[in-house]
């Protein structure tokens, strides 16, 4: 009776305990069913079952023999996983180049992780890639470097010693390589350096550029640096000379099966632990300089996961990761950790060659160059393929390599572009000549040919259309925010100066005195100024929302940095301003109608219909440009079309407006310019003998009683075809002589 107490007793207690495990699931992708993880599970349970943890790990993995899974679609499942926020996995296994898409799903380890355990791996080469966004969010949990494989039989036979260098790989692979041919070893390969078009390539190439980097504590070597041409150069002697196309660009599963039949003298690959081959690290272009590119897979652990799933989790984990296990990896199952302290213990290398690990020198893949690494490798390795297997030059590729990550800018060094360059001499040389052609309203000469407007008047429009171009060199050189604000503020306030003295000519010209002509009249400071203030007022409210620098336009294979707008609140108000300036080219172009025949406009108001209709068209273009969204789709082809239709756009305002004025002494005869200034001289003195007559004088009757629309269209044409004015044409002449008073 008693001995069944007890054994119910112990069974009760098996199956609460039982009852109390936690299962924490990992999920994990790996090429062969000999793998780490299944050495991980086994360690881990173990030690849970002895220390009494009731926490029980289970790696799913993803392998050849049970799943078609490979590294992108791997990448894609756990993306798949992370967005719906699925509890189903506690522990990723993820390729450690993807940090940076899966760290925002991934906890924050340093409050839950020691700082001893951290400073083992915090020093590492691979710690580079656990951290997202300085936090720690995973560690390196399986190591993968590349190493040279050499084959003793062949070396051995031909008494060549192991290569240090790439020239003495050559030169050593080369000579074997022919005494094999001799021999009709027509399947013998001499060197393989698994340049496919997959990530290995990619691994491959940036590691080979790697050790053709100057010393040991050197960084990797600029793209377009004589180092990186010496390097490709180099790969593209080794394949023509001493292996082919077809053997470079095969995958592992080719290197495999000359592992398996031995025929083989040197092959670069990875390391494990069940390949029989003597290794050591890759040659480089100088002795003990050498490269291998960081492979391998981190351990993250799902945020996601309630509290109970964390802690078993981090339990997990921190074993996973701790030294005794690092350790006991290499010693116990032959594979690498990240710790190089391992490598240095006596006993652990008693029985492992563990001197090139000592020696390796690690560079991890580029992974923070872009957004998106994937997208960036891919071109990385088909554009230098571009050169290594076909026909374009060297530099030719490694400049759409720089183009991948390099963002241009416009800049007046012809190198970068020419588009900065011609744009600043071309504003340059119109602000000067703009600039210096004020001078010519205080020379005798030309003072008959500026009597449209008055001094101070003619000086604000010149300005106005230097502001205008000048809005066209503000993105040359870097940008930044206050650049993209400043470019549309000195567009709009340039305009006003620009067109508003036109708009005060005719009002005050308007065939028929009115109270607003006289107001502003005798307020023309002022009108201008309410201009300008609703300018300001408009633009201000952009920097509610402000434009952001984007650089992920791309041009023929080039980025820039763009100034966007993505707010809706700021697209309204850019809207606003167009609309804007385009209701003051339409009443300007009703009183061109009114005033069309008006003879003290005649000559002048030809030219405003041709500045106008220029305005108009480059308010047209600029609105095609945003409903076509060219920005996105021909960065490059915006910026021409906005820069230079922006500089015609002044220039022919200045020209017609202005410009014209300069010219005319030289086109006319003398006795026709002493004619045109007396009868402009005493067209003034007969306004302004009327001018206080028609100031005083009431508005017509007839012109209050026009309320209908048919009224108001019979009124306009008896306007337009009026050729003096009744009353306030004298305003304008008054004004004129006005001004002539206190012209500066």
């Not at 100088?286 to 960081?294: M, P, Q, R």
């Not at 650089?551 to 609140?569: A, D, G």
């Not at 305005?615 to 021909?634: G, V």
């Not at 910026?639 to 002494?665: A, C, D, E, M």
């Amino acid at each position: 009776m008693i001995l069944q107490i007890i054994i119910l007793v112990l069974l009760l207690s098996k199956l609460s305990n039982t009852e109390k495990q936690i299962v924490i699931n990992g999920i994990a992708n790996t090429c062969y069913s000999d793998d780490v993880y299944s050495k991980y599970t086994k360690e881990f349970n173990n030690y849970s079952k002895k220390n009494n943890l009731n926490i029980v790990l289970n790696i799913n993995t993803f392998t050849k023999e049970n799943s078609t899974v490979v590294v992108n679609q791997y990448e894609s499942v756990l993306e798949f996983l992370f967005k719906k926020k699925s509890t189903k996995y506690e522990l990723y296994f993820y390729d450690n180049i993807f940090t940076s898409k899966y760290g925002p799903y991934l906890l924050k380890l340093d409050d839950w992780v020691s700082k001893e355990q951290i400073d083992m791996y915090k020093d590492l080469v691979p710690a580079k890639t656990c951290i997202y966004k300085g936090k720690w969010v995973s560690f390196p949990i399986k190591t993968d470097i590349s190493v040279l494989y050499y084959n003793d039989k062949y070396l051995n036979k031909y008494n060549k010693s192991v290569p240090k260098t790439w020239n003495e790989l050559l030169e050593t692979a080369k000579y074997i390589y022919d005494k094999e041919k001799e021999l009709n070893n027509t399947e013998f390969i001499a060197y393989n350096g698994l340049f496919s078009y997959t990530e290995l390539g990619m691994c491959s190439l940036y590691e080979f550029i790697y050790s053709y980097r100057d010393s040991l504590n050197s960084s990797f070597p600029d793209i377009q640096s004589p180092q990186v041409v010496e390097a490709l150069k180099m790969i593209k002697k080794l394949k023509d000379t001493i292996s082919s196309d077809e053997i470079f660009q095969k995958v592992e599963e080719f290197s495999e099966e000359y592992f398996s039949s031995g025929n083989f003298l040197f092959q670069k690959f990875w390391y494990y632990p069940w390949f029989n081959y003597n290794f050591t690290i890759l040659p480089g272009n100088h002795e003990n300089i050498s490269g291998s590119a960081l492979g391998g897979y981190n351990l993250g652990i799902n945020k996601y996961i309630n509290d109970e799933k964390k802690n078993a989790a981090l339990t997990v984990f921190k074993f996973l990761t701790s030294y005794e296990m690092q350790r006991k990896l290499l010693h116990k199952y032959k594979y690498l950790t990240s710790i190089p302290k391992v490598y240095e213990d006596e006993e652990v290398c008693a029985n492992f060659n563990c001197d090139p690990l000592r020696r390796v020198q690690i560079i991890e893949r580029p992974t923070n160059k872009t957004n998106n690494y994937s997208i960036y490798s891919e071109k990385f390795r088909n554009y230098i393929y571009e050169y290594v297997y076909g026909n374009k030059k060297v530099n030719e590729v490694l400049e759409k390599v720089n183009n991948l990550t390099k963002i241009h800018i416009f800049s007046i060094n012809p190198k970068d572009n020419l588009l900065g360059l011609v744009t600043f001499i071309i504003v340059m040389i119109c602000l000067i000549a703009m600039l210096l052609s004020i001078s010519l309203l205080y020379i005798q000469k030309f003072k008959p040919f500026f009597c449209f407007l008055s001094n101070d008047y003619w000086i604000i429009f010149v300005l106005g259309s230097c502001i205008i171009i000048s809005s066209s060199i503000t993105e040359i050189g870097y940008l930044y925010v206050y650049k993209c604000h400043l470019k549309i503020i000195l567009l709009c306030i340039g305009y006003t100066m620009n067109i508003v003295p036109l708009l005060y000519k005719l009002v005050i010209n308007f065939p028929e005195e009115n109270k607003i002509s006289i107001l502003i009249l005798n307020h023309r400071y002022i009108f201008l100024m309410c201009f300008i203030f609703l300018d300001i007022v408009i633009n201000g409210l952009n920097f509610i929302t402000p434009y952001q620098i984007t650089s992920n336009t791309i041009v023929n294979e080039k980025k820039y940095y763009v100034c966007e707008m993505r707010h809706n609140f700021g697209k309204a108000i850019q809207n606003i301003l167009i609309i804007y300036k385009i209701l003051i080219a339409f009443i300007i172009i009703l009183l061109i109608f009114i005033e069309w025949n008006m003879s003290n406009l005649h000559k002048d108001i030809k030219f405003f219909v041709s500045v106008i209709s220029m305005d108009i068209a480059f308010f047209i273009i600029l609105i095609s440009l945003q409903i076509n969204n060219i920005k996105k789709k021909d960065y490059l082809a915006y910026r021409y079309i906005l820069t230079f239709t922006t500089i015609i756009l002044s220039v022919t305002n200045y020209v017609f407006i202005y410009g014209l004025n300069i010219i005319r002494p030289f086109i006319k005869l003398e006795n026709e310019e002493l004619s045109f200034h007396n009868a402009q001289k005493q067209q003034n003195n007969k306004s302004e003998q009327s001018c206080s007559l028609s100031i005083k004088s009431p508005l017509d009757s007839s012109s209050r009683s026009s309320t209908n629309f048919h009224s108001i269209v019979q009124k306009l044409t008896e306007y337009h075809y009026r050729s003096e004015s009744n009353s306030s044409g004298s305003l304008s002449s008054f004004s004129d002589n006005f001004n002539k008073n206190i012209d500066f």
